[in-house]
Structure formats: C-alpha cells, structure tokens
C-alpha cells in the first residue's frame, strides 16, 4: 500500500520543498519552455503526420502529468523529434498522414504505449534502468547536444532542407547549398546567442535563455519592417500563425483489431520512449546531484500517454531540448515543468498573436546555448583518461547517437557495458595474500617477495563464485597449486565473496576434494552466511568438510589449520611465518617437554 501510494502521489516528497524562491525560479524557466516549445510542438506534429497544432497539445496535458508524477526535477515530456519519427514510421502504413483514421491510430498507440509504461513501472521494472552507466549517459548527452544543434541549422542560417534527415545527410545538403544562406537569418541567430553569452556573463540573475529570445524577436521584428519599408531583402522567417484553442476531448480505439495491430508498434515506441526519458532524467540528475527513481519515472511517463490519449496528445516522452533548456533556465522543482504546460494553455489562448513574431532564427540560436550548456566536457575528459573499457563505451555510444537512432545508440551503450561488466566479473581478482613481518599486526599482504609457509596457502578471491566465473578462478587455483604442491592446505579469504551458484559450489567441492587426496584441506575466512547456507543445504560440505573449515578470524583459521600441519615439516622450516610455529622446536634443536601455554594468536589484521 505504501508503494501504490508513494507511486500515485509522488510529489508529496517535493512539494514541502517549494518556496517563493524555488517559484520564482520556476516561473522564469516554465515561461522559457512554453515560448520555446511553440515552434517545436508544430514541427514535430508535422514531422510525426500529425496537424500541427497536436504538437502543441502533446506539450500540454503529459508535461504537466509526468512532472508531477515523475520522480525527475527537470525532465520536460512532450514532443520530441526522434518521438515523432518513430511515430510516423509506425503508422504511415496503417493510415494517410494527417487523416482522421491516422490521428485515431496514433491516439489508440498512445494510451497503449502509455499503460505497458505504467504496468512496468507498477510491475518495479524501473530497475533495468540502472545498466544505463555514467559512460553511456554521457556519451548519449554530447551526442543528442550535436543532433540538437545540427537540427537547428536550417533555421540559424536560412536554408530550407527536407524534414527526417541524419546528421551526415543534414552536414551534406548544408554544405551543397551553402550559398543559399539567409545573412538575414544568420544575424538574428547571431544576435541571439551574443545577447544570451553577455547576459550570462554581466547580469547572471537575468535568464539568459529569455534575454535572448526577447533580443532575437527584436531584432527580427525591426529587421522585417526595415525589409517591407525598402522592399528589398527577404523576410525573416517567424511562427506565424498559432491557433488559440484548448486541447480537445477524444476517444482512442479500443476494438480488438486495432489493438493487436498496434501491439507490435506500441511495444518498441515504448521500449524507445522509456529508455528515451529516463535516459535524459539520469543525465540531468548526474549533473545537478539528484537522484532518479526508475520506477516512478515509469509511472509517471505512462500515466502521461494514458491520460493525454484522451486529450489530443500524441506520444510524449522525455524531451532533451526543453529538458535541458528547463535545467540552464534554473529550474527548482518539477512545478517548473508543470508551469510549462499551463503556460502554453494560455500562451495558447491569450497571447497566440504575438508569438507570430517569433522568428526560428532567434529559437536555432536558443537551442544552440541549450546545446552547448548540456555537454559535459569535464566528465567525458575524466572518462577518457580515467577507463579504457569506459571510454570506449563512451565512444561507441557518443558516435552511434551521431549515425543511428537514439533507442539503439542507448542499446547499444548499455549492451557494451553489460558486456564489459560481465567480462571483469567472470574474472575476479585471485590475490594470493601473505603475511608482513614488517607491518602492524603482520597484516597481510600480495608481496611475492615475502614468506610463506610450506604447508598453508592464502588466497583471496574479490568476486563472485558463479557460472562464469568458475572456469577463470578453477584455473588460477590450478596454477597456484601446481606451483607449490606441498602448500596442501588452502584458506580462502572470502569476505569480497558476496555470492556462490551451483557452479561455484562444485568448483569449491572439487577443490576441497583434490586436497583432501593429498592430506590437506580448504577452509574459509569470513564466508557470507549466505554463501555457507547454500553450501550446507547442497550438500557439499561432505567434500569441504565440516562447519570447522570456517571460521570468523584469521588468528583462530591459523591457530586451527596449524594444528593440521605436518609438524615434521614444521621443524625443518626455518621461517617461521605464525607465532604458532615457535611452538616446535626445530629439527636441530634439542628436545625439552613441550610449553603448555601456547601463545596467544596475534589480533586480527583487516584483509
């Protein structure tokens, strides 16, 4: 009960939070968002084979509804570009674009896609969200911050090019047709972002993001009347046109048919629009010190598609630009992304006529500061010196955002650092540990150069016992062996053994019974009571031996195995490894009645 109440009203953990500081702050970047959102929510709808104006009720009622039931501070949901693609790719062969029955469709696929989103999150699925790694999140960022800017050149410089196009087709068409370059447009942009980078700079408590905005419709605005009093020049290209109406009521599809020909179509937008989101929610969160829950951003971005499908609103998802925007504007709380929504209602309503002057220049440039502001420069350096199975996830993951999809080049990030993670945990570490004389309570050590005794080997293995690990360690405790057979008896420092399957199990078996053949044996050193519980009830303390071969201390495993040793070979040792051994005399030695009291072992050193 308390996590169906937790998930169905999150913003309980926040809202104590708010103040007329944090509004304040939130105010400045949900206007920001609304403005910025007009002319993206109209491409995108196009982009998507929907009426433009759906474009706009997609930013609308799901921005609002995954704020406040997300578990992000900054993740704005609507329209996004990739969203819109893959929409359209799904649905183009089910319906004309932009008819009634293709608008059906694409509502029918948003509530689908929006309650597999929320049965997952219900379901504590938000898990899988954890094999996204620093490396990959990184990587995805400065790749998206590129597609972002590069999307946006048509409109910085003025040149007209083709919706749904890949960054190397969007470089190639921009460099063919370079001389159709607007220098009208190219100023606006320019003026745009001086205006942002000198409001920063001189006045940082001004938002920078709506400085610019405002300075780029200026000069667009005294640009176009200077152009239509001279005619001479072409007009700068504004929004034009918005229409002011609330988003309608309507109905998605529930017939049988059309949910078993969308199912396919709503499991991999889904699949795209999850990792998508969450993705974007993560990267935020690294950068400001937050935390996500992967569950609850899935409640929230399902109940956001459920509840929208019956609003107008068509797939909504995470979006990088308004996210990343709603971040550098200062954004304090999720209300920021609430404002967003309710903002553009009456942005929508009151003010649709101004924003005709809007000109795309002027947003390009916005969009190119939002870029620049979300690479994390510092972070993919210190990936870069720090790891090299880091830095080439880093990089496998940055150039697929770049050439493909972003659904696959986030696959592909985190296929690569399961693969990596697998690879360096099929092969823990199997430290072979002595003890140093010249240390404070002879703590031990890897130091080959060091003694050690004869008869008892210490081994320390820092990772699990399981299927594919078992053949790398079976070896290394081969090789170890075979280097010194009269070491018979071996004590495995456990500690870092925080898990043992079947496979491990045997393979301890199979050692304690090699060892038991020759006269020796294997014990333990601080075995999780996990791990000797499913030694226990598999049976295969017969091999190992009894509850005797473990032990909590390494002064009581010494004081215990040195009575197993061969004392023959004890006396020919010169040694002297454990307080123990000076309890035998030496071979040379003459010999006197045995010391009862037997010195007490040394405390125990931290392995």
């Known amino acids: 009960m308390q996590h169906l109440w937790t998930s169905f009203v999150p913003f309980t953990r926040w809202w104590p939070e708010v103040s007329r500081r944090t509004l304040r702050a939130d105010a400045v970047a949900g206007l920001t968002g609304a403005v910025v959102v007009l002319p ?88 899988l969200v954890n094999f996204i790694s620093h490396s990959v999140i990184v990587g995805f960022t400065a790749g998206a911050a590129i597609l972002i800017a590069a999307s946006q050149l048509k409109h910085f410089f003025g040149i007209w090019m083709p919706p749904g196009l890949h960054l190397h087709e969007i470089i190639r068409y921009f460099v063919s047709n370079f001389y159709e370059i607007d220098a009208g447009a190219l100023f ?35 640009m176009n009347i200077a152009i239509e009093a001279g005619e001479v020049g072409s007009a700068i290209a504004v929004v034009g046109y918005v229409p002011a109406s609330l988003p309608p009521v309507s109905s998605p599809d529930f017939s049988l048919t059309t949910l078993k020909q969308l199912a396919p179509a709503a499991l991999a937008v889904t699949l795209f629009a999850l990792t998508e989101a969450v993705s ?67 942005i929508v309503l009151v003010v649709a006529p101004l924003l005709a002057y809007l000109p795309y220049a002027a947003m390009a440039g916005v969009l190119f500061l939002v870029a620049w502001g979300i690479i ?46 697998l690879r360096r945990s099929s ?45 790398y360690v079976a070896e290394r405790l081969r090789v170890i062996y075979q280097h010194n057979p009269e070491q018979k008896h071996l004590l495995i420092l456990a500690r870092p053994i925080g898990f043992i399957d079947v496979a491990g199990a045997e393979l301890l078996a199979r050692e ?67 307080n123990e051994c000076k309890t035998v005399p030496r071979e040379e030695e003459e010999t006197v009645a045995p010391d009862t009291t037997k010195e007490k072992t040394e405390p125990e050193a931290a392995d």
């Not at 990343?324 to 009456?346: D, M, R």
């Not at 994390?376 to 493909?404: C, N």
């Not at 309570?441 to 299927?467: W, Y």
């Not at 390494?554 to 197993?564: H, L, N, Q």
Request: hydrophobic share 45%.
């Open 376 to 421: 994390d420069v510092k972070a993919f350096r210190q990936i870069l010196r720090a790891s090299r199975s880091d830095s080439m996830v880093l990089g496998a993951t940055f150039g697929a955002t770049l050439l493909f999809e972003l659904d696959f080049a986030i696959l592909l990030g985190v296929f690569l650092s399961l693969v990596l993670y």
């Open 512 to 578: 304690g019974r090699i060892r038991k053949r020759v006269g020796g044996g294997v014990y333990f050193h601080q075995l999780s009571e996990g791990a000797r519980g499913m030694l226990r009830r598999g049976g295969y303390l017969n091999d190992i031996g009894d509850e005797s071969h473990f032990y909590n201390s390494k002064g009581e495993a010494i004081s215990a195995i040195f009575e197993r040793l061969d004392k023959n070979i004890c006396k020919r040792c010169e040694k002297r490894i454990f």
């Open 40 to 127: 993206q929510g109209v491409a995108f709808a196009t982009l998507a084979g929907m009426p433009p104006v759906y474009g706009l009720y997609a930013a609308m009622v799901p921005a609002i509804i995954a704020a406040l039931f997300g578990s992000s501070r900054y993740l704005v949901s609507g329209p996004t570009t990739a969203a819109s693609i893959v929409v359209f790719s799904a649905l183009s062969a089910l319906a004309e674009p932009g008819s009634a029955e293709y608008i059906g469709y694409a509502l029918t696929l948003t509530f689908m896609v929006g309650v597999i989103e929320l049965t997952m999150g219900l379901a504590r699925l938000g898990a």
């Open 188 to 222: 606006v942009g320019t003026a745009t972002i001086a205006a942002g980078v000198l409001c920063r700079r001189y006045t940082p408590r001004f938002p920078y993001l709506i400085a610019a905005i405002l300075a780029g419709t200026v000069v667009s605005t005294l």
């Open 280 to 346: 974007i929610a993560r990267s935020l969160a690294a950068r400001s010190g937050d935390t996500i829950d992967g569950n609850q951003e899935f409640v929230g971005q399902g109940l956001s598609n459920v509840v929208g499908s019956f609003f107008s609103a068509y797939v909504a998802t995470g979006s990088f630009n308004r996210s990343g925007l709603n971040f550098e504007a200062g954004a304090s709380t999720p209300i920021a992304a609430v404002l967003s929504g309710a903002v553009l209602v009456l």
């Open 427 to 471: 092969q823990p570490h199997v430290w072979v540990r002595v003890p140093n004389p010249r240390l404070a309570k002879r703590q031990f050590t890897t130091n080959p150069s060091l003694p050690e005794c004869p008869q008892l080997k210490f081994v320390r293995v820092d990772g699990a016992l399981f299927f594919g690990a078992v053949a």
